[in-house]
Each structure stands twice: as C-alpha cells, then as structure tokens.
C-alpha cells in the first residue's frame, strides 16, 4: 500500500539548498627559496644575459674624420681666404691667409703667410713667418725668420737669424749676422755682425739718440 500523503510533486527546496555552493579552495604549496639558491639563480641570469650575442642596431657614436691637408694649392688670376696644404703657389692672385711647408709668391699678395720657405718674386706680403725668406723684385712688411735673402726688393721691418741683401733695402733690421753683398740701403741696423758694404741712414746708436730726442719733444709738448 501506497501512503496517501505521497505526492508525485517533487519537493520543494528548502533554504538550505538555495544557498550557492562554497567554492572550493586549494592551498598551493609553497616550498621555501634559501640565500643560497637565489646567489644561484642569480649568478644564471647574469651568465645567460652574458652569452647572449651583441645587438646588431647601429651605434650613434660619431668618430671625427682626420682632416686630410692637401699636397698642392693653386691660385691663378683668384683670390681666397684661407689655403692650408704643403706647397702653395699664388699666380696673379691673392690670399689671406696661408699655413703650408713651401709658399711661392709670383706677381701675387698674401696677407700672412705662415710656412717653412717662402719665396716672393714680383710680389708682396704682409707677415711673412718662416724659416726662409727670400725676396725677389718684391715688397715684405714684416718678416720674422731664421735666415733671410733680400735681392732688390723693399722690407720695412725684418727679424732675422742671419741676412743677406743684395740691392735691397730694408727700413729696420734686427739679425744676428747681415751680410751686404752689394750696395745696400738700410734705415737702422741692429746686428751683432755686418760685412759688407751698406748705406745705413742710422746705426743703433743713432736710433738710440733719436729716440732720446724724440722723447724729449713729445715731453715738452705735453707740457704746452
């Protein structure tokens, strides 16, 4: 016999079964890491870092060109500024200023020329600095070298090593050992030695004495 309180209707659900399941939780487990295994690791890294092979991308460090000099500087009928190279010839032209081993001047002007030799034909400069100079039917402002060569040509102040002017002239003349060979013209002449034969409007005591009067002069015009 069947109970007649039975029902074919399923059961209701209670308050308890309403309630969402609890999630289950799983606890990882964790294993203890020693001083001595991070050294490990760590000395791993930096060998694996180490290996790895050099990166290919291009670096941005720029290395400076050599300035190159060049062998040979050629002025014909022009003008430049500036010429640096090892043996510069001006022609009928004209430059600032020059820095080589050998400068050749002919029927053309530098400003400064500062060289090993300079040779001047027909020509001019203005600061010549070198350890020859050798003028030729030319015109030199101011030369400093180690030994000079004047042949009928002008130089108003020259300091020099040894000279040697041949129908030249030079205004003011400071050097270890002139040597005129032949007539010559120079204004004052301040040399430990001259040979030769030279027409020197003043020695050095006349520069001496001129420059005492000089001084005398300008005082009293002070004074007035």
Known sequence: MTDPTASDVPNEPTEADARPPKPKVTRARTSATTKSDRTAADAAAHAAAKAQPPSSAPTTDLVPAATAIRENVTITNGGLDFAQATNVTVTQGGISRVEATKVDVRQGGIARADARDVSVSMGGIALAKADTVSTEMGGIA????????VTQSFVRTMFAKEVQVDQGAVWNLAAGKVTFQRRGLAGVVIAGKVDGEVRALLDWRGAL?????AAVLMAIARRR
């Open 142 to 149: 101011l030369s400093v070298a180690g030994e000079s060569t």
């Open 209 to 213: 004495a001129l420059g005492g009067v």
